[in-house]
């Protein structure tokens, strides 16, 4: 490791390095995509001489990307995008055997956290990445001038920087990719408003994202944070799920799998009806509340489980969130109900004891219970995703200038290599069209 890195990062214990780095090779092996792109990356360099900032959760999938932006050419910088998310040995093995600047520590305070979002905005990037749209949140409202809007270490960041300065920590910026729906979510609502400043492509939004790692990532790595917490049998148990978007599907299914009894709460009523159709139970919270055992809250909008349904919630329940945020549980309100509250009778298990001796147990802390409890998605499913912000950042790169300062669309080619890579290595042939097919398939001659 390079003593330059080492004076530029903020982690819990370098002595985790040696378990970080077997953590994150063996990750590699079933990134097959991902491996290909940095080989490339590795003879072609197409991001030489571009410093890119990260935030994001600190796995060992994460990892893996970095390293290949960075056999790309690009100088990186990786800061946590959740201060609960981070896998402190991860975190090690980046700065000591990949010589990346790395700022993250498992159960960070919200201080840390935004202080090492101020590492990667002091790194002066010219391509930012992001899972919620926390560095860019920081980066617009400093260009705005917002800066009672800023947590104390951005402002702080901000007040040394000249306004010429500020303006041009902006200007220099190509491009950004974001992760999640959360993060896409903001960045619609700044194109709106019109303080959007750069280009910024979805990269959830990518077919190859979505329907893969939203569904069957956390769909699996959920389920398997509730397990790892609780050590419960989900057979027999009524399992709520609230939100039917692409996670609460792939949730739903796992938990049904489990032999559980799902039930779905929804506010938009196609997917309500498509929940129903594919064979569960739908019904108000409020109605949910009094019967489920588990409680998953997938929604991406804040106070969908409120004091309201914790007063109704039977002895014994346990409550979490797999969205974004830790907005999704209304905890103060929880707070406020309970009589004591005992944290970790498991280790990330907080048990609420309300009035008449019932007791509902918190997992994760209201924060992403598949990554708090459990190790996040699976690296078969970050390969496509991450194999998809490689190619977008490429093409941020290709097209700099091009973009107007947007929400883009990943395009569609890269969504094509992504789909056909993974399936060769997954030793998957698919039929081709034939001539005549194709023919029929573009024309509008024949019928009946
Ligand atoms: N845990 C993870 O690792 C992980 C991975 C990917 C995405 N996410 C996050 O999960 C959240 C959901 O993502 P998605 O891709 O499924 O989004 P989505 O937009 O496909 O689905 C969200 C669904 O929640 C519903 N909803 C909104 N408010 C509701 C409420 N009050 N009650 C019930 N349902 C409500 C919406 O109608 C929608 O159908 C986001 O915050 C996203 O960033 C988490």
Redesign the pocket.
């Known amino acids: 490791m390079a003593t330059a890195t080492a004076s530029r990062c903020d982690i819990k214990d370098p002595k985790l390095a040696p378990q970080g780095k077997k953590r994150i090779l063996w990750a590699d092996r079933d990134m097959p995509v991902l491996a290909r792109i940095r080989e490339r990356f590795e003879k072609e360099k197409p991001l030489a001489g571009l410093k890119m900032s990260a935030c994001l ?1 600190v796995t060992c999938e994460t990892a893996n990307l970095i390293r290949t932006l960075k056999a790309g050419g690009a100088d990186m910088l990786l800061c946590a995008s959740n201060p609960l998310s981070t896998q402190d040995d991860v975190a090690a093995s980046l700065v000591h055997d990949f010589d990346i600047p790395t700022y993250a520590v498992r159960e960070e305070n919200k201080e840390t956290y935004y202080q090492h979002i101020v590492a990667a905005l002091e790194h002066g990037p010219h391509v930012t990445m992001d899972d ?1 749209a926390d560095l860019v949140s920081a980066l617009v409202f400093v260009a705005l001038d917002r800066l009672d809007d800023v947590e104390a270490p951005v402002r702080a960041w901000a007040k040394k920087l000249s306004p010429a300065d500020r303006q041009k920590c902006i200007s220099q910026i190509i491009g950004s990719m974001e992760e ?4 896409v ?1 903001r960045l619609r609502a700044m194109e709106k408003d019109g303080v959007l400043k750069f280009p910024v492509v979805a990269v ?1 939004d990518a077919q190859t994202k ?1 329907f893969f ?2 569904r069957y ?2 769909g699996q ?2 389920i398997d944070g509730i397990i790892r917490a609780t050590n419960h049998l989900l057979a027999g148990r009524k399992v709520v799920v ?8 792939g949730v739903a299914l796992r938990a049904r799998g489990l032999g559980a009894i799902v039930v779905i ?4 009523p196609v ?1 309500a009806l498509e929940a129903a159709m594919d064979g569960f139970q739908v019904m108000p ?1 409020v109605k949910a509340a009094e019967i489920g055992d588990v409680f998953i ?5 804040s ?2 489980i409120r004091r309201e349904h914790f007063a109704k919630m039977k002895d014994g329940a346990i409550v979490c969130n ?4 830790d907005v ?1 549980l209304e905890l103060p309100a929880l707070k406020a109900l309970a009589e004591e509250v005992t944290m970790n009778v498991r280790p990330q298990v907080d048990e609420y004891r309300l009035k008449g001796n019932k007791r509902i147990c918190v997992l994760g802390q209201g924060r ?4 708090a409890t459990a190790e ?2 699976p690296p078969s499913v970050m390969d496509m995703s991450f194999a998809t912000q490689a190619l977008t950042t490429e093409y941020c790169i290709k097209n700099k200038g091009k973009l107007s300062n947007t929400v883009h669309p990943v395009p569609v080619e890269v969504e094509h290599y992504i789909a056909k890579h993974k399936l060769e290595s997954m030793g998957i042939e698919i039929d081709t069209l034939t001539a005549e097919q194709q023919k029929y398939m573009t024309g509008w001659e024949q019928g009946t």
């Open positions: 959760h919620g999640t729906t959360t993060g979510t959830n979505h790692d939203n990532g956390t790595s959920t609230c939100g039917y978007g692409w996670c609460g599907k709460t929804e506010v938009d997917r919270i809250t997938v929604t991406g909008n106070g969908v797999s969205g974004h945020f999704e992403l219970v598949n990554l996040g998605h």
